[in-house]
Structure formats: structure tokens, C-alpha cells
């Protein structure tokens, strides 16, 4: 994505927004979180490097998000100042939220993601659920359009793989909030780590699949899209 956008010469080509929201929040965000979080349990890290690794890794998730709401900005709301002001203020409350989970000693806990993380947790959730709705949104829009003839099969497609891909995002960040509140964290054992482990992957993974299907479509997808709208066309 960032190799594309750099030939586009646009700094701001939804290709590099979407670049830098995988490389940042799903890619370095929840590579530093889950090793302080899997470090808690299994292999305690020196105060230092510990806070260092779960602040590293809440600033690159902000930054990802941002990178994500202004690729919203630019897609469906064509730049405009009602999208820039949407996406400018759920950006400050997810600074805001992360300050206030530092403040109250969040990022220095164990349990990273007790009830001094949820505000921030919040914010997070605010962010993909403007970008679900959004999408989802304008693709109710072209699947009216698509059963006239007028809308294209692989962008209604399109829509739905964004909005997969921010639910995979808000049930990736609402992950260790929940266990916390539901299970003693001290107690947690190794099998249920692993297992919570292996849930945040493959919510990684939904993500990115579906972002990369989104973006760079191969034959063979492409021709399962519009067999499958075929017959939306049809009806």
C-alpha cells in the first residue's frame, strides 16, 4: 500500500492512509501490546521497558486509528469540513483517553486494560463505529444503484470488507477489557493466555484480509464478487 501511494505522488491517496493504519495500529500497535500484555504472565519486564512497550504501542494504535478515520474523511466524505470535524474530534478524545489511563496509573498495571483503560477504550470503539457506519451507510446507497445497473459488484464489496475489517478492529481492542472485568487477570492461565492469544491473530488477520481483498482483489475474487451480486442484478 505505501509502495503504491508513493508512486501516486499524493500524500494523503487512501492507499497510504490505509498503509500506515495497518503498519502502525494492526501491525506495530498490537505486536507492543500483546507482548506487555503476554509479558505480565509469563516473563515480568523491568518497570522501564514495560511502560516503554504499552505507551509505544497505545500511540502507535492512536496513530493507525487517526491514519484510518482520515482515509474516511477522504472516501466518504469527500474532504469535506463535516467529515474533518467528525474525524478531528474523535481524535482528541482518543488522546484525551489515552492521557487519562496514564494519569490514573493504567499503563503501569499489570492488567493493563482494567477500569482505568476503559474511557480510553471507549474512544477506540467510537472511531471504527463511525468508520462501520459510514460504510455501511453508503453501501446500502449502491446496492440500490447496483440493482438498477449503475454501481459497480467490487465496490459494494468493497464497503463491506472495510466495515469487517473495523469490526475486526472493535472486537480485537474490547478483547482484554472484557477479561479483565470478567476473570481474576493474577489468575489467569496459561491455556486461556494462549487461547486469548490466538483470538487477537485471528482478528489480525480478518483485518488485514480484509483490507488487502479491499484493496488489491484478485482475479479469482473478483469473479466470485460479481458471480455473487449477479444476482442482486438479477432480482
Known amino acids: 500500500m505505501l509502495r503504491r501511494a508513493r508512486r501516486s505522488g499524493d500524500p494523503a491517496v487512501p492507499e497510504r492512509l490505509l498503509g500506515l493504519h495497518l503498519l502502525?495500529?494492526?501491525?506495530a500497535g498490537s505486536l507492543l501490546l500483546s507482548v506487555a500484555s503476554t509479558s505480565a504472565h509469563?516473563?515480568?519486564?523491568?518497570?522501564?521497558?514495560?511502560?516503554a512497550i504499552t505507551l509505544?504501542?497505545?500511540v502507535a494504535t492512536i496513530l493507525g486509528l487517526m491514519a484510518a478515520l482520515w482515509f474516511n474523511v477522504h472516501v466518504f466524505h469527500e474532504g469535506q469540513a463535516g467529515g474533518r470535524a467528525v474525524?478531528?474530534?474523535?481524535?482528541?478524545?482518543?488522546w484525551a483517553g489515552?492521557?487519562?489511563?496514564?494519569?490514573?496509573?493504567?499503563?503501569?498495571?499489570?492488567?493493563?486494560?482494567?477500569?482505568?483503560?476503559?474511557?480510553?477504550v471507549a474512544t477506540m470503539v467510537l472511531?471504527?463505529?463511525w468508520l462501520v457506519s459510514d460504510a455501511l451507510r453508503f453501501r446500502r446507497q449502491l446496492l440500490r444503484r447496483l440493482a438498477l445497473g449503475l454501481a459497480e459488484p467490487l465496490v459494494v464489496d468493497r464497503l463491506l470488507l472495510w466495515s469487517l475489517a473495523s469490526l475486526s478492529r472493535v472486537a480485537l481492542v474490547l478483547i482484554a477489557p472484557i477479561t479483565s472485568a470478567?476473570?481474576?487477570?493474577?489468575?489467569l492461565s496459561n491455556a486461556a493466555l494462549t487461547s486469548l492469544l490466538l483470538l487477537s491473530a485471528l482478528l489480525i488477520l480478518a483485518a488485514t484480509l480484509s483490507l488487502w481483498l479491499m484493496?488489491?482483489?484478485?482475479p479469482a475474487y473478483q469473479r466470485w464478487v460479481e458471480r455473487r451480486f449477479a444476482r442482486v442484478q438479477a432480482g
Open 127 to 129: 472511531a471504527d463505529l
Open 24 to 27: 502502525l495500529a494492526i501491525g
Open 56 to 58: 509505544a504501542g497505545n
Open 42 to 51: 509469563v516473563a515480568p519486564l523491568a518497570r522501564g521497558p514495560f511502560v
Open 87 to 94: 474525524a478531528g474530534l474523535v481524535s482528541a478524545l482518543m
Open 182 to 187: 470478567a476473570f481474576d487477570m493474577s489468575h
Open 215 to 218: 484493496l488489491v482483489p484478485g
Open 98 to 120: 489515552l492521557i487519562g489511563y496514564v494519569a490514573r496509573g493504567g499503563i503501569r498495571s499489570p492488567d493493563l486494560y482494567g477500569p482505568a483503560s476503559w474511557p480510553y
